[in-house]
């Protein structure tokens, strides 16, 4: 597409921020109010955020003026951190992770549900690849160093008498194939023999075009079938790489280099313009806030007969002196002084009285409590609306495709005569500072009395403040470089490397009559459409943007739990693969051996903190999360799983909001565990349910078609209902043996049908009911379904105390 198109979709899309943030806005101005008014507003908020995200990551993976990239990456991160803190307040508004969405805003946005799913922005990896890659390169040359090879397809080694007997057979073949053509050729000349005469009869001819006629009419009878039932969607096309998907790649690729040419022109002339300014502006920037500030200083001391006070830069410098009075009042800025210890009195003794007053209005707090809600205040809303009237005000109206996308010098000149101002204010300030405790010193000699300096209020303001809780840790690597920890780290194990997989290659549908059912009152079953949407919202959303994370509601740590083969690997290797992560393997069997006693584990945690913390994103895993917390530990397991339980909560209470790291424990079992240690590690819990028809289903149809197998024979709908107890895991497993090298070849000749995938499944291991039954017993012991449950037991029994209270009336 051209440069235009994309200039011309980021206008439509301010136009559909705007909207977005008025709906927004007056959310935020209904204040308190009951749940059922906030829920439409929010479902279809965050669909409008989703697409705006969607269409802001396409503009700015192609569009290639770098100064409007800018904007437009702050919008898109701004959007991002917003689409969270509604998922945020979804969540609490239906006390369940899980979001479905409304049919009628799907309808009235005109949105089908697969779009109404979030995007992972390109510029998450696409922005690191070169770090990506150095980094995985440093980790396959330290693991080709140490002798641990990465893992390749097991070579078949054969014995010499089988090699001998492979060759034998394969030169028997050969010799039977040129002995069979030779006994064709011989035959047909003996047949020619027979008729000399050299013409052909009447009845031969007929014999010949009647069999003639026929293949082509059955073919073009099939070929005209096989073309409407591709029209209508009965049959898929053949899977082939499409040319026109690879030609637009290629127009995408070629946009992206010049993208990285515009950008380095944009970073050389921001250089060379900030240094002409500098040589040009400097001294004359200096001399006027100079005689400003004396001017000004001379006009106060003649109003007040004393000098004023000169706020610190964290105060605002000058800056924050002009805007307050000179008159005989106080200073604004004293007024910002710690409270008195008699109106701290007073504010505990209010607070004490308010608390009293709740106690005795506590059953109506109640009542409202769980029939209203506020939202969460928003931290990114304030900077959509700011970053799209910016672009409104300076790029919206503006023409510059006649410099091919190159960056605007006048808009450069504008800023940095900002900064460079700022930064001439400051030095002024720091100059007229000892300036003014000189003349304070003389003015107080003169008067013939020790003068005091007063106390600077701003430093006041930062002792009466909150000082952080957080205490510095103690480095216990401080003369190490970050590349020998990261050795270290590889060479035992703890950073592994990890197959790059997409989120998107997660099949499943998502529930999509999740909605209707929480109309009627109902909990509906999530699906793994449904699991995938929670990793993007929860796992690799926050990870992949810094300011994101700071600023959006935190989540340190997710326990995934499912089957085995229900994709917990997949889902975590996912993670990674979107956003670049590193990931630290802390599964008890890993560790086993390694950094042994007291120390040696301290020193463990250490190191995973502080790389993880360098190396950031960052994802430590553990796997078997359970065996920590399990009350009784087996004979048989010798890799003492409790050895992280003290200090598994310290780790992850260890990250802070702006450290990109997740914690991620994967369970087949959670169950054996200690319910309360485990849910005090794990910030939030996703299990992954067992498979439904639609998302087998989808996943048959998409592997069979990939493969080539997919025809009118194969019974989709028997083969999904055959595998509905097993998880996708273990069906793929299976259609790999099915589908050797020797079968995917006989499938021209003989088709793939269900009953071969059936025999190789009942070899396998289903999910048994049991296993069900107490993931299910599991799941209502989760923090935040018991919260849920005790919400709808109250609202019963509020409901039935207001019945009794009516028929007494």
């Not at 689409?83 to 049919?103: A, C, F, G, M, P």
């Not at 050729?185 to 005469?197: H, S």
């Not at 049991?770 to 709808?792: F, G």
């Amino acid at each position: 597409m051209s440069n235009k198109t994309y200039n011309d979709l980021i206008c439509d899309t301010s136009e559909l921020i705007s909207e977005a943030t008025q709906i927004d806005e007056a959310v935020f101005e209904a204040g308190v109010a009951e749940r059922t008014v906030f829920q439409p507003l929010l479902l279809e908020l965050r669909i409008r955020y989703t697409l705006l995200v969607s269409k802001l990551d396409t503009i700015y993976d192609q569009l290639l003026q770098p100064q409007k990239r800018l904007i437009v990456k702050r919008l898109l991160e701004a959007c991002l951190g917003r689409l969270l803190e509604i998922k945020y307040d979804l969540v609490e508004l239906y006390l369940s992770d899980y979001t479905y969405d409304d049919d009628e805003v799907l309808q009235k946005l005109q949105v089908t549900p697969q779009e109404a799913e979030p995007c992972i922005p390109q510029y998450f990896r696409r922005e690191r690849e070169e770090e990506i890659e150095i980094q995985r390169k440093f980790i396959t040359d330290i693991l080709t160093k140490l002798g641990h090879e990465i893992t390749k397809p097991p070579s078949i080694v054969l014995t010499e008498q089988q090699a001998i007997i492979i060759i034998q057979s394969h030169e028997r073949a050969r010799q039977g194939r040129l002995r069979g053509q030779f006994m064709k050729e011989i035959r047909l000349l003996k047949e020619k023999g027979r008729d000399q005469k050299g013409e052909m009869s009447a009845t031969a001819a007929t014999a010949i075009q009647r069999v003639w006629r026929g293949f082509i009419t059955r073919r073009m009878t099939k070929k005209r079938k096989r073309a409407e039932q591709l029209l209508i969607g009965m049959e898929l096309p053949p899977y082939t790489e499409s040319q026109a998907i690879k030609k637009a790649e290629e127009i995408k690729e070629n946009r992206r280099a010049r993208q990285k040419e515009h950008e380095k022109e944009y970073q050389e002339a921001l250089v060379a313009i900030e240094e002409q300014l500098r040589a040009q502006h400097t001294d004359k920037i200096k001399e006027r806030i100079g005689d400003e500030l004396r001017r000004w200083i001379a006009e106060y001391y003649e109003r007040t007969n004393r000098l004023p006070e000169f706020p610190s830069e964290e105060g605002g410098g000058s800056r924050a002196m002009f805007s307050r009075q000179g008159t005989g009042v106080e200073s604004e800025l004293s007024k910002s002084s710690p409270v008195s210890s008699k109106e701290s009195k007073k504010s505990k003794e209010s607070k004490d009285k308010k608390s009293t007053k709740t106690e005795d209005n506590k059953t109506k707090d109640e009542i409202e409590d769980l029939h209203n809600y506020k939202c969460l205040n928003s931290s990114f809303l304030q900077d959509v609306i700011n970053a799209n009237e910016e672009f409104e005000d300076m790029w919206k109206f503006r023409d510059d495709y006649s410099d091919h996308e190159r960056y605007q010098k006048d808009i450069i000149e504008r800023e940095k005569m900002v900064l460079l101002e700022q930064e001439m204010r400051n030095m002024v300030d720091e100059m007229m500072r000892s300036e003014l405790d000189l003349l304070q010193a003389a003015f107080d000699k003169d008067r013939a009395h020790k003068g005091k300096k007063a106390k600077k209020p701003q430093k006041k303001v930062r002792r009466g403040g909150k000082k952080s809780k957080k205490k510095k840790e103690k480095d216990l690597t401080p003369d190490r470089t970050t590349e020998s920890l990261f050795e270290e780290l590889v060479a035992n194990g703890i950073i592994r490397p990890y197959p790059i997989v997409k989120i998107d290659d997660y099949m499943g549908e998502k529930n999509f009559i999740g909605s209707e059912m929480r109309k009627q009152g109902r909990e509906p079953t999530p699906c793994l459409g449904d699991i995938r949407q929670l990793i993007k919202e929860y796992c690799i959303l926050p990870l992949g943007s810094e300011h994101v994370k700071t600023n959006a509601p935190l989540i340190r740590s997710v326990l995934l739990a499912g089957p085995s083969g229900s994709g917990k690997k997949m889902l975590l290797h996912a993670i990674c693969s979107e956003v670049g992560a590193m990931l630290f393997d802390l599964t008890p069997s890993n560790i086993v051996g390694k950094y042994p006693g007291k120390s040696g584990l301290i020193m463990l945690i250490h190191l995973v903190m502080k790389v993880s913390r360098l190396l950031q994103p960052s994802v430590i895993w553990m796997d078997d999360a359970e065996k920590p917390f399990v009350k009784k530990i087996p004979k048989t397991d010798k890799t003492d799983p409790k050895r992280l339980k003290k200090d598994l909560a310290k780790i992850i209470k260890g990250i802070c909001p702006e450290d990109r790291v997740l914690f991620i424990g994967t369970s087949r079992m959670p169950w054996e565990a200690e319910q309360k240690l485990l849910f005090q590690c794990y910030t939030k819990v996703i299990q992954i349910p067992r498979a439904d028809y639609g998302s087998i289903s989808l996943m048959w149809r998409t592997k069979l078609h990939r493969a080539g197998a997919l025809s009118q024979r194969l019974d989709i709908s028997c083969l999904s209902r055959i595998s509905d107890s097993y998880t996708i895991g273990t069906l793929l497993s299976a259609l790999d043996d099915v589908l050797t090298t020797k079968r995917r070849l006989q499938l021209r000749v003989r088709a793939l049908t269900a009953h071969e995938v059936a025999v190789q499944l009942s070899y396998r291991e289903p999910v048994y009911a049991e296993h069900d039954s107490a993931a299910e017993i599991w799941w209502y012991k989760t923090p935040l379904e018991r919260r849920r449950q005790k919400v709808l037991q109250r609202l019963e029994e509020l409901e039935q105390e207001n019945e009794e209270k009516s028929a007494a009336k």
